[in-house]
């Protein structure tokens, strides 16, 4: 089992809040403008940007000759309307609750900037108060998949970033947690929920492959190898894992937040469980 964590660090976007599926219905539109179509690998290299990242890479890899500043206000016109609607995600509520109430420090770390936070924050009153210390990406220097915003989120909490654990939903953020030292439990988003390669280091030097293992109701796992124990095998320029197994053990996959167990990390059970 892993050393307990003090704390713990949650990204916002498709892991608490419904929002990738809307950015990216939005996305879709703009670029249909200007002749092109959101292929898959651009819209995965978006995922848990900064906006203008976002638009600036969707720029390059759909080739259009455009300021990328224009394309993103041209999403933000939409998007501004939409958001306060965003659903919370199944668990996401249940987490933050239990983090108040075990007294475990917590904070968000989100490529949102603050404007736009709390925008998606207005028809959202508990969830907004329970959220007392947030990092958004317009008050760092770098975007994910730098670690800055998770780096600035640890020392609001007062803890080394080897004592947080992160969860996250999309490949840079992961890089990100990484990249600043942390552990990471991935909860892929719809759009991610098939095998996934994340850069363990922001240079891009190595990478780490994961196979997303879905959890069936009933608690039945559907995966490849039904072994209890996976040993990680070496491969040009990367890693292969399983939820099991990864190196330095960092990275845990898990389905849905419903399927986090805080004591696998040394913290105090769910008191519904308890409960129950």
Known sequence: MPDAV???????????????????KVAEMVVGKYGKRLTESARKNALGKRPYDCWEGL???LEIDENPQKLLDESEVILIALMPGSKILPGALRLVRYLSDAHVPYAVATSTPRATFNRKMSEKDELRSLLEVVVCGDEVS?????????????????????????????ESGVTAAL????????????????????DSGVNGKESL???TIREEQGGEREKKDEK?????MKLEGG?????LVSNKKKVKIIASLLDFKPSDYGLPPFQDEVNS
């Open 6 to 24: 003090r704390g713990v660090i949650l990204d916002l976007d498709g892991l608490i809040l419904d929002t990738e599926v809307l950015c990216c």
């Open 59 to 61: 720029c390059k890899d």
């Open 142 to 170: 770098r975007g994910k998949p730098h670690p800055d915003v998770f780096l600035a989120a640890s020392t609001a909490l007062g803890l080394p970033p080897d004592q947080c654990l992160v969860f996250e939903d999309a």
């Open 179 to 198: 990249a600043a030292g942390m552990r990471v439990v991935m909860v892929p988003s719809a759009h991610n929920s098939h095998a996934t390669t994340v």
């Open 209 to 211: 492959i994961f196979e």
């Open 228 to 232: 209890e124990s996976v040993t990680p």
């Open 239 to 243: 890693v292969v894992c399983s939820e």
